[in-house]
């Protein structure tokens, strides 16, 4: 099998093609999406790091000075939303972006939130068990961390139901090549979204509460754009990797039992274990950048201009930094992952989305004494951002 994003069997399991790539062709030209895939786990860290390298560059060349094609009109809505949050700028608007956010995730403010995040998990995980099980995306992996993100920035508990399929829809625009379905359907979730959150920001500008939403409010220097596109992307990325995970990290559980009956007899690995689920079955499995001057990589010269996919999956798999790479060890102790990321698009709410697994895993354990697989799941097609459609369960 060949690197093949748009292949079921491939995006059910990437890993062999991964390490063919990292042995044979670490650095290696994918014609499809015009991308040099990088596959190494020393690699991908250090482009993260490289400032020659950007998620955008429109802070330093036009479209065409950069030998792109500019974005078709109807996608406007989708780029203005997502270019007013931090992930898609560049400094030094990043970093006065960043600075404005980072005070709500600081890692006393972020550990001050474990009990309410204990709280959550605990009664949709009693909820789940007391009918049985069900399908545990559905019912426990999505609304721990919707609710958690939603309740940080005031979002009225009547309207969290907007809110993953406004993120679903705008997250199938980074997949590879989207179809025109997908774009559409990004552009109108950026657009409802946008408008949503800027009429919601007004009404806490003239009477703030105690959330995210009425701080940033409030903040004179941020402009409504940028407001709203900080939102989006807090609401988006603060769930994504969270139920991507919890869903990855029981299938691959349940594929090894051995390691399941470990974490139960043992709930102090709880940590380790979330760190190695999120290495061993990647959320994100490819982060891309843009190349802003001409850098070479294992002596193959990549131009100005180009892209490089950086295969986080692969990286996470790499025997060079891993010891037996393709073994899950719930306990595994050295784990320099690189799910969340590297540098300055590192992702600000990793301490959340660790507590939010290790809390809904710590309460599905304690509260079952048996948790059964009722059938295998499917995954998503969907490559970048790879997860199950559902992972159905009995609870015991």
Same mark, same amino acid.
């Given at each position: 099998m060949r690197f093949d994003p748009r292949n079921?069997?491939?995006?059910?399991?990437?890993?062999?093609?991964?390490?063919?790539?990292?042995?044979t062709a670490p650095v290696t030209y994918y014609e499809p999406t015009d991308q040099w895939l990088i596959s190494r786990h020393a690699d991908v860290n250090a482009l993260l790091r490289d400032r020659r390298l950007g998620r955008t560059y429109l802070h330093v060349a036009t479209h065409e000075e950069f030998g792109r094609r500019p974005e078709p009109d109807f996608q406007e809505p989708f780029w203005r939303v997502s270019r007013n949050g931090m992930l898609e700028v560049e400094p030094p608007l990043h970093t006065r972006l960043r600075r404005l956010v980072s005070k709500a995730f600081t890692p006393r403010m972020v550990e001050s939130l474990r009990p309410r995040v204990r709280a959550i998990a605990g009664g949709l995980v009693d909820a789940f068990v007391e009918k049985g099980g069900g399908d545990l995306i559905a019912e426990v992996a999505e609304p721990l961390p919707v609710t958690v993100i939603a309740e940080m920035l005031g979002i009225p508990e009547s309207d969290r139901h907007l809110l993953r399929p406004w993120s679903a829809d705008m997250c199938g625009m980074y997949e590879l090549n989207p179809t025109p379905e997908a774009q559409h359907a990004a552009v109108r979730a950026a657009e409802e979204f946008e408008a949503y959150l800027k009429a919601l920001a007004r009404e806490r500008a003239a009477a703030p509460g105690d959330d995210l939403i009425s701080a940033l409010a409030g903040i004179e220097e941020l402009t409504e754009d940028e407001l709203a596109g900080t939102c989006v992307l807090l609401l988006n990325a603060g769930h994504e990797a969270t139920v991507?995970?919890?869903?990855?990290?029981?299938?691959?559980?349940?594929?090894?039992?051995?390691?399941?009956? +470990? #974490?139960?007899?043992? /709930?102090?690995?709880? =940590?380790?274990?979330?760190?190695?689920?999120?290495?061993?079955?990647?959320?994100?499995?490819?982060f891309e950048r843009w190349v802003l001057e001409d850098i070479e990589v294992h002596g193959v010269r990549i131009p100005r201009g180009a892209e490089v996919a950086l295969l986080f999956g692969s990286a996470n798999r790499d025997p060079?930094?891993?010891?037996?790479?393709? +073994? #899950?060890?719930?306990? /595994?102790?050295?784990? =320099?992952?690189i799910s969340f990321g590297a540098g300055i698009h590192f992702c600000l709410g990793a301490p959340l989305a660790r507590i939010e697994m290790v809390e809904s895993f710590g309460a599905l354990l304690d509260r079952t004494s048996e948790l059964e697989l009722v059938s295998e799941p499917s995954w998503k097609p969907g490559y970048v951002i790879r997860g199950l459609h559902s992972l159905d369960l009995r609870a015991a």
């Open positions: 079921p069997v491939f995006v059910a399991h990437p890993y062999d093609v991964y390490d063919e790539l990292r042995r991507n995970g919890t869903g990855n990290g029981w299938w691959s559980l349940f594929r090894h039992p051995e390691e399941l009956a +470990r #974490l139960r007899a043992d /709930r102090s690995l709880l =940590p380790t274990a979330v760190e190695e689920l999120l290495r061993y079955d990647t959320p994100l499995q490819l060079e930094v891993f010891a037996d790479p393709d +073994r #899950l060890d719930v306990g /595994r102790a050295d784990n =320099p992952h």
